[in-house]
């Protein structure tokens, strides 16, 4: 059974500041959407019907972007705007749950799943990094997928992508034994560090931020101690668990965009701008006229 994921929203956004400043990073757009909406679509897809957000003051624009409007929605009903009613209606399709819960303090991604922990209850869960607006190009959507290898073997799934060598100390980084991971493709993990030193990582598989993960790893997070940058990192947990039981990592077909800089935001926007209806010819233009 697999119906929850917990998606952490406490993040100060400090990489798209001062865009950030007033409102949640997770709420800047791509296109027409919120960051977060584009997560919460590719959950849906997968197939999770309870969404868990982990939160913290100040961040209430996203628990209210996934809630009624009764004015606004009314308006545009008395004004037979029944495109825009739908687009604003359908933030949350039916059946859907949006669950919130506090971190009360920055303790790191860790603490942040564990703050969840009491909804999750006994049930394995998923975790999506809502800075990383992936675009599966009409491909299969890889989170799905990771869904299906997990129901088949029960093993948890970690998704990765290959990263330039001098960009590994960025990430969470897996070891799957020299194993040439190619794109759709899943390898049993053998170890994984979180930021290593550029000389000392075990491989250029970077952990992508979407994670199928067995319960007990929430009991292994209550005894994780701090690790890299002094937080209590979901990647320690994940090794604690492999200690245990086997893991695969799952190598992404589609793109990612990391929306929590300045660059990935941009190029989220751009990528799906010129896919969307209402923008692409107008996009295609400007970057023509440009020369771009
Ligand atoms: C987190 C994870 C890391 C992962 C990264 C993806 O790090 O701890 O393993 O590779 O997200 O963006 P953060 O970016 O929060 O430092």
Redesign the pocket.
């Known amino acids: 059974m697999l119906s929850k994921v917990i998606i952490p929203v406490a993040g100060l956004g400090t990489r798209v500041l001062p865009a950030s400043k007033a409102i949640p990073k997770e709420m800047l757009p791509v296109v027409d959407k919120p960051v977060i909406q584009h997560v919460v679509e590719e959950a849906m897809r997968a197939g999770f019907r309870q969404i868990v957000l982990v939160t913290r003051s100040g961040k209430e624009a996203i628990e209210n972007h996934f809630d009624a409007n009764y004015e606004l929605e009314q308006m545009l009903a008395l004004k037979n705007k029944q495109a825009l009613l739908d687009a604003v209606e359908n933030t949350l399709p039916k059946g859907i749950e949006v669950i919130s819960v506090r971190q009360p303090s920055a303790k790191g ?1 860790g603490h942040a799943v564990l703050c969840a922990a009491h909804v999750v209850g006994g049930e394995d869960f998923a975790v999506m ?1 809502p ?2 607006v992936i675009d599966d190009e009409g491909k299969t959507c890889d989170f799905s997928e990771m869904v299906k290898r997990y129901q088949k073997n029960g093993a948890g799934q970690i998704m990765v992508e290959g990263v330039p060598q001098e960009h590994v100390d960025r ?2 980084i897996v070891d799957c034994g020299g194993i040439e991971l190619k794109a759709g493709i899943g390898a049993p993990i053998r170890g994984m560090v ?1 930021k290593p030193k550029r000389d000392e990582a075990p491989s250029n598989q ?4 979407r994670y199928i993960l067995p319960n007990r790893v929430m009991q292994l997070l209550k005894t994780t101690e701090p690790g890299a940058g002094g937080e209590i ?3 320690d947990a994940m090794l604690a668990l492999l200690a245990e039981q086997p893991m695969e990592a799952y190598s992404m077909c589609g793109t990612v965009h ?1 929306c929590g800089n300045k660059a990935g935001l941009l190029q989220a926007n751009l990528a799906f701008g010129l896919k969307h209806p209402e923008t692409s010819d107008a996009l295609r233009e400007f970057l023509k006229y440009r020369n771009l």
Do not use: C, F, P
């Open positions: 991604l990094l800075d990383m990430y969470g979180e970077a952990i992508v931020g990192q979901l990647t990391d």
